[in-house]
């Protein structure tokens, strides 16, 4: 295979021995108590049977209790069957742990107790299960607040009567558990501006793109730290930049301590073919055909995608066409998205995302509230801008908008509007959808600030604003 145009995408590989860094390897803290009394059959199986339909089900506080076997549990994306399970009385008990997800899940119960089943596979334990029951859950970050959560009963503290439903996760219930923001820490490491330069295409036809996982501390504005998931040490990941009829083969190396994925929009494959579970220390190779001109958004799709995304997995491809784009004087890519803040130096908080009106503590360009502003990208007046701006969300909308200007050229998910068209039509703002992506086009007529933002002006004072300076910035000389 011919190998032009390699990229190395150098990073730190996470320091991942923290305790705010590696949850699914910290004893979990529990939201929910264990629960004691009945509910209804259809939630409840009891020890004992080889298929938890079959088990004479523990309906009563009076009902006789069966003789304890095994507690047997399921995983799937993303919950337990059954989610309540009763034991007749306090005592260690065998489990049997099946997972017919498509991503590995654990069940880790109050006690620090812990089994991890691969996607087809079954494992086996066993289980101290005190007086007033236990409760579970699945560690991996993410997937307790989805849902998977559960609890062991044990059926001599049963109450006749009394609701034996696990806890409502808080998914479920609303998200009415998330936390809310940090408070700014002054002793945070100061973030790294991110240059926001366009990259230039790749050489070649065939690109061999080296994109490792990495899960690492991130500063995300000034005095707040996310412990991030990322493509390439990053966030955004680093930006691809490729034509049309080029072959892609990105080699993915998951440096990390939970399994991730990648979804590239710009390629076409079946999810199950490509789109695959990449557990730590495993590699996978994607390959696409750019046969399609945009600007792309590619992502991490693990369950729950929200999460990953949320906290950080995501990038832009720049695909131009077969002749490429006419040159221009500068170039630039900026990703909005947004940051709902988990504890300091945590990932970002999944319930806060998963809000049906998500309220971000930040909304950003390239991953950092406000660097833009702090410090401005520098235009000159006179010479013409391009802009590659994508909409990582994963939940809000942009109105791409540059104060002061015009945008005369705009291709947005393949609609182009084209400089010196007839009607000379103008775009004062870019419309982005979660997933979608522009390129605009514009010339400061003079020298000064040309600030740019999302128009939806809440969202602004949370992060999401910029500045192009040109010239010496100031319009009077
Ligand atoms: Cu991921």
């Not at 088990?55 to 095994?70: D, E, I, L, S």
């Not at 507690?71 to 309540?84: M, N, S, T, Y």
């Not at 000159?380 to 942009?398: I, T």
Request: hydrophobic residues 45%; negative net charge; glycine residues 10%.
């Amino acid at each position: 295979m011919k190998r032009v145009g390699r990229l190395i995408i150098l990073g730190a590989i996470a320091a991942l021995a923290t305790a705010a860094c590696a949850p699914a390897n910290a004893a979990p803290s529990w939201t929910f108590g264990a629960a004691v009394a009945p509910a209804s059959p259809g939630a409840v199986a009891a020890v004992g049977g080889a298929d938890s339909a079959a088990a004479p089900a523990v309906t009563t506080g009076n009902a006789a209790a069966p003789a304890a076997q095994a507690i047997q549990v399921e995983a799937f994306d993303l919950g337990f069957r059954p989610a309540a399970i009763t034991v007749p009385a306090a005592g260690t008990y065998p489990v049997t742990f099946r997972n017919t997800g498509a991503v590995t899940h654990d069940v880790t119960f109050a006690d620090g107790t812990k089994l991890t089943a691969d996607p087809g596979a079954t494992v086996t334990g066993q289980v101290d299960i005190p007086a007033g029951g236990e409760t579970f859950m699945c560690s991996i970050p993410g997937h307790g607040p989805a849902g998977m959560t559960g609890a062991v009963s044990v059926e001599a503290a049963a109450m006749p009567g009394m609701s034996m439903d696990p806890a409502p996760s808080p998914a479920a219930s609303g998200g009415s558990t998330a936390a809310a923001a940090p408070v700014a820490d002054p002793n945070a490491p100061k973030y790294v501006r991110r240059d926001p330069a366009a990259p230039a295409r790749l050489a070649g036809t065939v690109h061999d793109i080296d994109l490792p996982i990495i899960e690492k501390d991130i500063t995300v504005a000034e005095g707040f730290v996310v412990h991030a998931w990322t493509f390439g040490g990053t966030v955004p990941g680093p930006t691809i930049r490729v034509k049309v009829g080029d072959t892609v083969n990105v080699h993915l190396t998951n440096q990390g301590a939970m399994s991730h994925s990648i979804d590239f929009h710009a390629s076409e494959t079946a999810m199950n073919h490509q789109m695959v579970e990449i557990k730590p220390g495993e590699s996978f190779t994607y390959t696409f055909k750019a046969n399609y001109a945009g600007v792309w958004m590619y992502h991490c799709g693990t369950a729950p995608a929200l999460h990953h995304i949320a906290n950080g997995m995501f990038g832009m491809v720049i695909v131009e066409p077969k002749d490429g784009l006419p040159k221009v004087d500068q170039e630039f890519a900026l990703v909005q998205s947004e940051w709902y803040l988990g504890a300091q130096g945590a990932p970002a908080d999944y319930l806060k995302a998963n809000e049906t009106a998500p309220s971000p503590d930040f909304v950003v360009f390239n991953g950092i509230a406000n660097q833009y502003k702090d410090t401005p990208i520098q235009v000159d007046a006179g010479k013409r801008v391009r802009v590659f701006v994508l909409d990582a969300g994963p939940n809000l909308d942009s109105s791409f908008h540059v104060v002061g200007t015009i945008f005369d050229n705009v291709i947005k998910e393949g609609i182009e509007l084209s400089r010196g068209n007839a009607g000379h039509w103008g775009s004062q703002a870019v419309d982005l959808a979660p997933a979608q992506g522009a390129i605009v086009e514009f010339t400061p007529v003079e020298d000064g600030m040309y600030p740019f933002v999302t128009h939806a002006f809440n969202l602004v004072t949370h992060g999401a604003m910029g500045v192009f300076n040109a010239g010496d910035g100031d319009p009077s000389n």
